[in-house]
């Protein structure tokens, strides 16, 4: 089993890609054709079970049409 560090970090960032996704009307298969990335890799994404990469994050950012960075502005706390 593999350590993830910053667990609700990641559960955060992921509620946020979910959030940034259902604004744009789009389903995880919709994103996972658009970006290229598979759909189990999309909903890890979003449940925060994964530590994606920064290819995956611009693939997800140019899918949604939402500059990357503006993909980590979210609401996080550490007691999250």
């Known amino acids: 089993m593999t350590k993830i560090r910053n667990r609700k970090y990641l559960q955060a960032f992921g509620a946020h890609i979910r959030r940034l996704r259902e ?3 789009l389903s995880q298969e919709e994103l996972y054709d658009l970006a290229g990335i598979s759909k189990n890799q999309i909903g890890n994404i979003e449940r925060g079970e994964v530590n994606t990469t ?3 994050v611009y693939a997800i950012s ?6 990357a960075p503006n993909l980590f ?3 996080f ?3 999250d």
């Open 23 to 25: 604004a744009k009307n």
């Open 54 to 56: 920064i290819s995956s």
């Open 62 to 67: 140019k899918a949604l049409d939402i500059p």
């Open 73 to 75: 502005m979210f609401e």
């Open 77 to 79: 706390t550490a007691e």
